[in-house]
């Protein structure tokens, strides 16, 4: 009889759940499909403009920038393990481990 109401229960809970996704998926489906454009009324001249944009898009003369945000310089392993190294025996906690093995 136990087992019964076990699987009744968690036959609730499990169709609970299932409901609450599917509203949750109309939901998103619906919000999803709304207009959301960064344009903002104005009121002053009755046009459309855009939201200015992102300071960090912008070079100092306020035209956009074309240049990649991350340029990646390619060096070898040896080089790459050496500069590692001297940042691990350059922080503070390694000279007293040194000392504490010792």
Known sequence: MLHLLYILAFTVLAFLAVMNLIRNLMTLGAES???TAPWHKNSAYGQLRKAPPHPELVDKSGSFIDEPYLVMKSISVDDARERLDALYNASPGTADQA????
């Open 33 to 35: 499909n709304r207009a």
């Open 99 to 102: 000392q504490d093995d010792s």
